[in-house]
């Protein structure tokens, strides 16, 4: 993973973790995407914000390329990704969240996390429970500091509180060498305490790795993003700093102004 030094040489570079150049995307006659001209600089921290129906979950599932755009180019650290296919992004450090949950629910928390370790390794995968030198160990240890969840190591994922699964998804997004994370409404369904607990997870990650979360928890979202992009209707609408979104007068009567956060 580069250090922070190598951060500001690549961002320096002009490098952008994420470009995206006239991307649209159709389904039949509705344009959920239209025209997305998009930049995210290596690092950089991102919020999407938009009402239901915006385009925010589209627009996550055309960067991953779990739907492809119908139109325009997608590059990830320089390179053109738009014609490959999920898992070369996730080669090349991409990483997402999802919703729903994705965990095996039967397993420890560990055992969840040594798996998404070992699944983007490129090493051999052995069925053999894994001795505690084992490098692949050794990283899970660390995330599940990360995420805070040492307390529940040995607790299998099915007893754990929707906060805490929520926490270990985060930890899967972070396994390998992820440069850039998607995280789709992290905070949903998280008690108070738990979207604090959340939002100092996310506040601490390394700083060379950027993300872009879609949020409809608007304290949540500005309080871990420095550059705040609004969709609407499949565009978007407005693009700024937290401070200027959150006093935008148009932004207050299109989103803030309709019951969301
Ligand atoms: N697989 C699909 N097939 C058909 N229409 C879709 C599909 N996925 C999304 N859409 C439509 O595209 C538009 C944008 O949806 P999208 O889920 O991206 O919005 P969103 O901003 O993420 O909303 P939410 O906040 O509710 O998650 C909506 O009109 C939705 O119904």
Request: charged residues 25%; proline residues 5%.
């Amino acid at each position: 993973m580069p250090s922070t030094s190598a951060l500001s040489r690549l961002q320096s570079a002009g490098l952008y973790a994420l470009e995206l150049e006239a991307v649209s995307r159709h389904f039949g006659a509705l344009v959920a995407l239209a025209d997305i001209n998009l930049t995210v600089k290596a690092g950089e921290r991102r919020a999407v914000l938009g009402s239901n129906g915006a385009g925010k979950t589209t627009l996550f599932n055309a960067i991953t390329g779990d739907f492809p755009p119908t139109t325009g180019r997608v590059r990830l650290f320089g390179e053109d990704v738009t014609d490959l296919p999920v898992h070369e992004r996730i080669r090349r450090g991409l990483r997402r969240t999802y919703q729903i949950s994705l965990l095996f629910g039967g397993l420890s928390v560990i055992d969840n996390i040594y798996l998404a370790c070992r699944g983007v390794s490129r090493g051999r995968f052995s069925l053999r429970r894994p001795r505690k030198d084992d490098s692949g160990m050794e990283a899970a240890e660390t995330l599940l500091s990360a995420v805070h969840l040492d307390n529940v190591r040995d607790t299998p994922v099915g007893d754990l509180s929707h906060g805490q699964q929520r926490q270990l998804e985060i930890a899967l997004a972070l396994a390998g060498a992820p440069r850039l994370i998607l995280f789709d409404e992290p905070a949903a369904g998280l008690s108070p305490t738990e979207r604090t607990e959340l939002v100092e997870i996310l506040q601490a990650l390394p700083d060379h790795i950027g993300f872009i979360i879609i949020e409809h928890d608007m304290d949540v979202a500005l309080r871990v993003s420095e550059s705040v992009t609004m969709m609407h209707n499949g565009r978007i609408f407005k693009e700024g700093t937290p401070e200027e979104i959150e006093n935008d007068p148009e932004v207050q009567e299109l989103y803030l102004g309709h019951g969301h956060g």
